[in-house]
């Protein structure tokens, strides 16, 4: 019982603190940027393919007129926390009014399809998607001095395998090579997924058929026994 009597006592103190708050206006900074929150299920799609991640807000009445655009920040996080507590965090994309940079690593994947017709619509596509891309997307918007985000965990689903017929290096048939990667659980790989897998570092000295019915060596430089060195044939970075 006699614990309880100090909280109490606390209380109006909390709420002189919160009057004052109120008083230097934070509160109305707070809302001067809604997000609305669309989606925090994480989205899942297959490698190579293209995926939107959503991110739209408002601004509080008159806050537009009385501030510069909104400038919005994608950042990429994911990782384990490390000894410090924090995950690692990659910038993709930056945007304020008419004005929009993608960051080298995203370069030529990043857009904000929605922004051109709706400055508060910052959802974000991402094509050409790579195992790698998968983590935590968050959505920041700066109206001023205020701060608001939102955050869409994506998964990119699938894995890119070379199946080794046993006896011969290139005994399969392009009709052999559907059939094998059938009985193996999977599909034949389409030249985006390997694209997308070859990004993310994949490396393998033997041709392979794909789905086009092209055969490529995904080899991420040239070395003795291990060139490509079929004219046409070759994988080029
Ligand atoms: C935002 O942009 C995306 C991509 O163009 C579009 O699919 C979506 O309907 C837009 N949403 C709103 C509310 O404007």
């Known amino acids: 019982m006699q614990g309880v009597l100090p909280v109490c006592g606390l209380q109006p103190l909390l709420a002189l603190l919160l ?11 707070d809302t001067m940027v809604n997000m609305r929150k669309v989606t ?53 994309l930056v945007a304020k009014d008419n004005v929009v940079k993608v ?24 094509s050409g998607l790579r195992s790698s891309d998968s983590g935590l997307y968050r959505c920041e918007v700066v109206v001023g001095i205020n701060d608001e985000q939102d955050t869409v965990p994506l998964e990119v689903t699938g894995v890119v395998f070379h199946y080794r017929a046993p006896h011969d290096r290139y005994a399969l048939s392009f009709a052999d090579a559907k ?3 059938v009985e193996n659980s999977a599909v034949i790989a389409t030249p985006g ?3 997308a897998t070859f990004a993310d570092g994949y490396d393998n000295c033997d041709a392979g058929w794909l789905s ?6 995904p080899i991420q ?14 994988w080029s970075p």
């Not at 009057?19 to 900074?29: D, N, R």
């Not at 925090?40 to 991640?53: D, G, P, R, W, Y």
């Not at 960051?103 to 991402?126: C, D």
């Not at 040239?222 to 070759?234: Q, S």
């Open 19 to 29: 009057l004052q708050t109120v008083g230097c206006g934070v509160t109305e900074a």
């Open 221 to 234: 430089s040239p070395r003795p026994g291990c060139y490509g060195d079929r004219e046409g044939l070759t």
């Open 212 to 217: 086009d019915q092209t055969v490529r060596y």
């Open 193 to 195: 997924q390997l694209q």
């Open 179 to 181: 059939r094998v990667c």
């Open 103 to 126: 960051k080298k690593a995203f370069q030529g994947r990043v857009t904000l399809p929605g922004y051109n017709e709706n400055r508060y619509n910052a959802s974000l596509a991402l």
């Open 40 to 92: 925090h299920q994480t989205i899942s799609e297959e490698m190579s393919k293209t995926v939107l991640l959503p991110c739209l807000f408002t601004l509080r009445p008159g806050a537009s007129s009385s501030h510069e655009p909104p400038r919005i920040k994608w950042t990429k996080v994911w990782g384990q926390r490390g000894s410090d507590g924090l995950q690692k965090e990659q910038s993709v």
